[in-house]
């Protein structure tokens, strides 16, 4: 009899616990396995939390011999109410990515990306973008647009971990948006990272399209003169369609085997950047009002032109490095003298100033480029495809360079 009642009690206490738990996470999430009105129905977290998935980490900085694939790795969980949790079908490689494995912007980045009290910055997943389908969603992601199950793109913040480079992702519900029907995955999987980077260095950087430009997806920039340094990369390869979209008058550089390429995407002037020729040919066009430098020169470059201009753009500023090798307090003092010293070279010598031009995950730029992709204005270059189990491959293709386009990897 005292069995018997001892087995009750501990049934009960059983039956009491699973009604908590089943309560307190179906409260915060909603997943596929919930319907989507609110009724709480028992939730895919807690079966999720115990699956595996596939993935790409890297255990210490190096080479790309660093990475590793595992199967073993917990699919991420949702964390906060405005978070989504995606099934990645297709992502990509980056230069970021890249620089990211060998160690870029650690001290920073690695101070962004833990939990108070937490400095463990390993393991890490790379990967800043994605396609993929939308499988479950915290409560206060309430968008319309935004449904269980809806084919959805979006980025990963270069200081959250883990990224994209795995079977599942999870990020703020505004890096994210319904994928369009123009695009295939892999096509949607090329776009945001280095689209949203353009989109950053022109708009808000340049102050390309005034206050409205950088604050909505309005865009601007008609008949402005742009010279594109490195017109056929995944950036350059976007800004150039965005600014062309805009009706400004583009220029650009690239290597001689793609010239044809960046003319068909719209340029006006394309030129070889190894012709010395070619290039004193760009002083025919000075002063541009932007200058926007997708090559990776850096801010050094802009006194050496031989051309005037209003602005230089560089998406290779030393602000991380400078603070990877120096620490945060004399890495941020040798930012300011750098910017101040190109500024006072790049003034005296081409009458612009030097900016530095960085992502941004804003979700006015997502929109302005899916405007763009919508009315077929924008349309990402593929320069390969690899699979899954063929990372490190994608990685060497970016670390040989000269791309035509972006690196896709399809899960």
């Known amino acids: 009899m005292q069995s018997t009642r001892y087995n009750g009690v501990i049934w009960m206490r059983q039956c009491v ?17 919930n319907n989507t009105k609110g009724e709480h129905l028992p939730p895919a977290t807690p079966t999720k939390s115990l699956e595996k998935m596939r993935g790409w980490q890297l255990h210490s900085y190096g080479d790309i011999d660093e990475l590793l694939l595992s199967d073993i790795l917990k699919i991420p969980q949702i964390r906060s109410s405005n978070e989504c ?34 400095d463990i910055e390993f393991p890490l997943t790379l990967g800043r973008e994605f396609c993929g389908e939308l499988v479950q969603k915290g409560m206060g992601v309430t968008s319309d647009s935004l449904k269980l199950g809806a084919r959805v793109w979006g980025v990963v913040p270069v200081h959250d971990s883990p990224g994209a480079h795995a079977e599942y992702v ?66 350059g390869t976007l800004a150039i369609q965005i600014l062309k979209s805009q009706g400004a008058q583009v220029l650009a550089t690239c290597s001689e085997n793609a010239v044809e390429m960046v003319r068909c995407l719209g340029a ?37 032109l031989k051309f005037d201009f209003r602005q230089y ?12 090798q120096q620490g945060l307090g004399l890495g941020a003092i040798k930012n300011m003298v750098d910017l101040v010293q190109t500024n006072v070279k790049s003034l005296a010598q081409r009458g612009g100033m030097v900016k530095w031009g960085f992502f941004n995950p804003a979700p006015h730029g997502i929109a302005f480029l ?26 060497e293709r970016m670390k040989c360079g000269h791309l035509r386009g972006k690196i896709v990897v399809k899960l």
Not at 180 to 186: E, F, I, R, Y
């Open 17 to 33: 616990l699973h009604a908590r738990r089943t309560y307190s996470v179906s409260a915060n999430v909603t997943s596929a396995g």
């Open 85 to 118: 949790l995606v099934r990645v079908r297709t992502t990509a490689v980056n230069p970021i990515d890249l620089a990211m494995l060998r160690g870029y912007g650690a001290t920073v980045l690695n101070k962004l990306r833990c939990q108070p009290g937490d």
């Open 170 to 235: 999870a990020v703020p519900s505004y890096c994210l948006a319904p994928a369009p029907k123009q695009l295939d995955d892999s096509e949607a999987a090329s776009v945001l990272y280095a689209g949203l980077t353009a989109w950053s260095g022109l708009y808000i950087s340049g102050g390309l399209g005034g206050p409205c430009g950088a604050t909505t997806a309005a865009g601007g920039g008609a008949h402005k003169r742009i010279l594109v340094l490195g017109g056929s990369g995944g950036v």
């Open 268 to 304: 006006d002037f394309v030129v070889d950047y190894k012709s010395s020729d070619a290039m004193d040919e760009l002083c025919k066009f000075a002063p541009y009002d932007i200058v926007l430098d997708c090559a990776g020169h850096g801010g050094a470059h802009a006194s050496e």
């Open 313 to 324: 753009i560089t998406f290779s500023s030393p602000l991380l490095a400078n603070i990877d």
């Open 370 to 395: 899916e405007q763009l992709v919508r009315q077929r204005k924008l349309i990402p270059l593929i320069d390969s495809t690899f699979s899954f189990e063929e990372m490190p491959k994608a990685f």
